[in-house]
């Protein structure tokens, strides 16, 4: 079924990546590749198979590359295309959007994931929109989280939002995300009562987190302003979410797929290390360096 409502999407990519310094001081941390393709691109090209039509990204200073990497490069495409090198070729700018589908903003200051999304306010216009954040690769086989994610926003047919969530590994880590209380524990999707973030263990109201995807109403805006400044210094958007659901419904969807948090050091190298050994072409050679590592290193 074609994606009826959600045609626009906003990649918050203006983070400053402290996790990840030092690779993240000169390099975005959605640059980093993945395989051989940096995860800006993965997702962009979940959104483009989800039926989004509007690609706006939220940047800022040192994130120049992002933008360069959804341009064409004349110098390395007529190489290229000079030695019939056709496959590289369909890898540098096979995959492009269409001028005109795309918008690079700067966030200016990184003042926290609810500013960076209201700073798209005007381009988003009345209309729902989703929320992809780069930094966290999500993997389903045969398929597309956000895909699912807005068929359901399709088949719920009311004004709501949805936060993609899962449970952390260790329980210990909900002090690290924003946790959420559901109804319907054992259905795949269920309404939140309760949204936190950053609780303390003995507070956390599940050991369900709120991951990098969403899909908001355009009112999320207003309540985005109305956020103060919380962990961090930084304008929450689990804030703007906990404030919104006393007027719409939130619903939590509990993602059917693997995600890595690549915005951190082991959650990148997981990522790495499971691409590896799904790609037909390198999953062997993947394995036997496994084995060969598998034993002290000094
Ligand atoms: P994170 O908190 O994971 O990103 O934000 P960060 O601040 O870059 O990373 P650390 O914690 O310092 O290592 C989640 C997402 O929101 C974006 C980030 O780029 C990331 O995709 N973000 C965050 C913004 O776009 N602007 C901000 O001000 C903050």
Redesign the pocket.
Known sequence: MPNKKVKTIIF?????????LPATKATP?EMLPVAEKPLVQYAFEEAADAGIERFIF?TGRNKNSIENHFDHNYELQSILSDSNKREMLKKTVGWLPAAGQIVFMR?QM????G??ILCAEKFVGNEPFAVS???ELFYKKDGNILSDMIKLYDNLNEKCNIVAIQQVENKKDVSKYGIVAFENENANYGKLSHVVEKPKIEDAPSDFSITGKYIFEPEIFDHIKGVKPGINN?IQITDAIADMMSKFNTYGYKIDGERYDC?SVIGYLKANIAFALRNEETKDQTRELIKYFNRDIK
Not at 12 to 20: D, S
Not at 110 to 113: E, M, R, S, T
């Open positions: 918050p990519v203006g983070g400053l990546g402290t996790r990840f941390k939220i966030q990184a003042l926290g994931l500013h960076a954040l780069a930094d930084e915005g």
